[in-house]
């Protein structure tokens, strides 16, 4: 087994002109300043024989350049084997896939001989590689033969570990951080620290009570638990009472306060306009400012939070996640409301959802501990606290949830009402002449578990008076438990099935009985609970399996960390925005633009069913990308409403049929097709083929196709990019406009285009030859 790693210092600017020949051979045509700035961004390590410097499965925040000395690349394969796949010598790059792919790291990269390595952070070579991109010819060039070779051997893609950390959970990041993850009320601040270098550095806390008598912090340091009474004061005050606790000698976890790197701010409401963790500037607070109509109790003192710490800590980069961004991906048909739709877009009323940083980290951590990918799994999602709500992901993204416009819609929590009849509200507006206020009031914190039960918000102590055969408190536990089991059910609909169901936060994670009464008779829909594991789960320390090993949806107790999410989404916020400013510095190239219509991909044995026995597809017309062409046949598709007639098919031929369609084709077929990378087609609907010699019935690969990007591997280098990034992308034309939610796919074999569907291209007024501009890094894969 490889050796831990060498602990690796920061390289100095000076460095030896050997260093810098092997550099050279590294990065060709590099200017030699642009060598050192990232020579002095980097890590320079000296491992031992054997000494491990990279692990598989680990997230791919750097990739290493052998200094001197060899190293070998080496997997564990199904067998069990370790197998060497490859040995580097001083020059040679490694795991270069972190530029082009967000997987985690390959192969285990260990020192065959004692060797000196710099690990390069990809942000940092992204940042520089955009504006020096005639330099990135050798390394594009290494990285496409590492792309073929993962191609040509799927095995070199082995399946994820339960203890790897793919995702970034772990906040190792690219270089040691201090992050401090605020979370502002209306009366407290909630704060946590994390230390990247040092993973036990880690302190958390709340001032309770903020602008009232009995102001009070609680301190949770490596040293232990500390409270201490505040005399009574502002949020001023409060983040001086944090400071201090963070910088005490005895608790604390940093000297001063000024060794903090990096501020990460909960922000509630992130309306239409933020969809992603956002680095603040003044222009964001004024955009934040005007949100605050949609969550007046919450935006507002959100953003008093950020002002005050950006003046106490004016010199790093503060960054705004925000609960609704997750669920910016909820289709039109999910988050409208069935109101006259010019009144909702004039007031921005649609389903915004909350709770997001929380449904993302589980959904993420599930996939983590079933070694499987989250674009692979359908999951569902129950964050049951005070405040409770449900989520759809499917394949990654959300795609409905309970909370609306705001948290107010859904499940019965421990104040608010969730779901509730509108009429309710104008009976009670008439015939107890309430006031909007006192709706609000009555709605949000005298309903839920509280109001029907008449004893608590608190589901323990409503458990408690149901063992004790309280028939209120019966009542109250039923609604709430029938009220999950409702959601859950409707969720699985929705996707066409699902493979995971996860339950978090306070009560999801620490009621077995909560647990129980809410997936009882849905054996139905393929949830079988392990009563003992559910009884016995440990549901606030680890992520525990509470199903049958044969429930063919596997139930999961997932702890809940919101603020570990928020630090990670920071962390990936400054590195986006570094490289999105790098691109605006220079003169960025446009891209191809091109209308993609309808059309069809097909099986080499559908081919022949559908136009005979050793039938070949007849070119008629190359296709952008390489090697691929419209085809003479042509095929009539099939739906359960209606046909679609002279459908063009693609070639060659693909290991899997699939049918894309623009979304406003679906009703003529009468299918719901989600929106799907293509090739992604399980859990999709089908329909039926029909071609000049036979006709074919798929049960599966109708989609509605990602707008999307096809790169070769130089082209992500020079726009800083990789494969799965999602961006924004302005178009020129009659009338300017941004397409958001861009996906990006790298590979060897593509050429530089951008396609969207014929219903975007006609409501934008676009033609195949306009020239796209990427405007911004959304997401990274």
């Not at 050798?138 to 950390?165: C, F, G, W, Y």
Request: some cysteine; proline content about 4%.
């Amino acid at each position: 087994m490889p050796k831990e790693a060498s602990a690796q210092a920061p390289v100095e600017a000076k460095f030896t002109t050997g260093f810098l020949n092997e550099l050279v051979l590294a990065f060709r045509e590099f200017p030699a300043e642009r060598l050192a700035a990232l020579v002095a961004g980097s890590q320079r390590g000296t491992f031992v024989a054997s000494t491990a410097i990279m692990a598989r499965g680990s997230e791919a925040t750097h990739f290493g350049v052998v200094l001197e000395g060899e190293v070998e690349a080496s997997m564990v394969g199904e067998d069990g084997q370790r197998r060497t796949i490859g040995q580097l010598k001083a020059g040679d790059t490694f795991n270069e896939m972190a530029l082009m792919t967000g997987d985690a790291v390959l192969a285990d990269f260990t020192a065959r001989t004692q060797c000196e390595v710099l690990l390069v952070p990809v942000s940092l070579f992204q940042t520089m590689i955009v504006t020096e991109p005639n330099a990135m010819r050798h390394i594009a060039s290494t990285i496409a033969e590492r792309m073929r070779m993962v191609v040509a051997d799927p095995s070199l893609v082995t399946a994820l570990r339960k203890d790897d950390d793919p995702y970034g959970l772990d906040l190792k990041g690219e270089r040691p951080e201090k992050i401090l993850v605020l979370n502002c009320g209306s009366s407290s601040l909630k704060y946590s620290f994390y230390d990247t270098a040092d993973p036990k550095h880690h302190a958390n806390g709340l001032v309770e009570r903020i602008g009232m008598e009995g102001t009070r912090l609680k301190h949770n340091g490596p040293k232990g638990k500390a409270e201490q009474d505040l005399p009574k004061g502002g949020f001023p005050e409060a983040v001086k009472a944090m400071a201090a606790a963070l910088t005490a000698k005895d608790g604390g976890v940093i000297a001063n306060a000024s060794d903090v790197t990096l501020v990460a701010h909960r922000v509630v409401h992130g309306g239409p306009t933020f969809t992603t963790a956002t680095v603040i500037t003044d222009e964001v607070l004024a955009q934040l400012d005007a949100l605050a109509p949609l969550a007046p109790l919450h935006n507002p003192v959100n953003v008093a939070g950020i002002r005050e710490l950006r003046k106490v800590l004016p010199n790093v980069p503060h960054v705004a996640v925000f609960d609704t961004a997750f669920h910016h991906t909820l289709p039109e048909h999910a988050s409208a409301y069935g109101l006259p739709h010019v009144l909702a877009e004039q007031k921005k009323i649609k389903r915004y959802g909350f709770h997001g940083t929380s449904h993302q980290y589980v959904t993420l951590r599930a996939a983590q501990f079933l070694g499987r990918r989250p674009k692979e799994l359908r999951t569902v999602s129950c964050h049951l606290g005070n405040g409770a709500s449900i989520c759809a992901v499917d394949h990654g993204r959300s795609v409905d949830t309970s909370m609306g416009f705001t948290p107010l819609e859904g499940l019965l929590m421990g104040t608010r009402s969730g779901d509730i009849d509108p009429g309710v509200l104008t009976y009670l507006m008439r015939e107890e002449n309430l006031t909007h206020a006192q709706l609000d009031e009555l709605l949000n914190k005298k309903s839920g578990l509280l109001g029907l039960s008449g004893i608590s918000s608190d589901m323990r102590e409503v458990l408690k008076a149901a063992d004790a055969n309280d028939a209120r408190a019966l009542i109250a536990l039923k609604a709430y438990c029938y009220r999950v089991r409702k959601y859950i059910g409707a969720y699985i609909a929705a996707m066409g099935g699902a493979e995971v169901l996860v339950f978090t936060a306070g009560v999801g994670q620490g009621s077995a009985e909560v647990r129980a009464l809410s997936v009882q008779g849905l054996e139905c829909m393929g949830i079988t609970l392990d009563l003992q594991r559910n009884r016995e789960a440990k549901g606030f320390s680890e992520v525990t399996r509470i199903s049958t090993d044969d429930s063919p949806i596997t139930v999961l107790v997932v702890p809940t960390d919101e603020e570990r999410m928020m630090a990670r989404e920071a962390l990936r916020a400054v590195g986006r925005t570094a490289v999105t400013n790098a691109l605006k510095a220079r003169k960025q190239e446009p891209f191809l633009v091109e209308v993609s219509a309808h059309h069809a991909h097909l099986t080499q044995e559908h081919v022949e069913a559908l136009f005979g026995k050793g039938h070949q597809l007849t070119r008629k017309s190359d296709l952008s990308q390489p090697g691929q062409f419209a085809c003479e046949e042509q095929v009539n598709l099939i739906g359960p409403k209606g046909r679609i007639e002279r459908v063009r098919v693609l070639g060659p031929a693909r290991k899997y049929s699939q049918v894309e369609i623009a979304l406003t084709e679906q009703f003529k077929l009468g299918v719901h097709p989600p929106i799907r990378e293509s090739g992604d087609i399980d859990g999709t609907p089908g329909c039926t083929l029909e071609g000049t010699a036979g006709s074919v019935t798929l049960d599966k690969g109708v989609i509605c196709a990602y707008r999307h990007i096809h790169m070769h591997p130089d082209d992500a280098l020079r726009y800083g990019v990789r494969d799965k990034s999602v961006v924004r992308v302005r178009i020129e034309g009659d009338r300017e406009l941004i397409f958001g939610d861009v996906l990006v796919r790298v590979d060897p074999n593509f050429s530089l285009a951008m396609h969207i569907d014929t219903d975007e291209a006609n409501a934008a007024n676009v033609r195949t030859g306009a020239q796209g501009f990427i405007e911004g890094i959304q997401q990274e894969s």
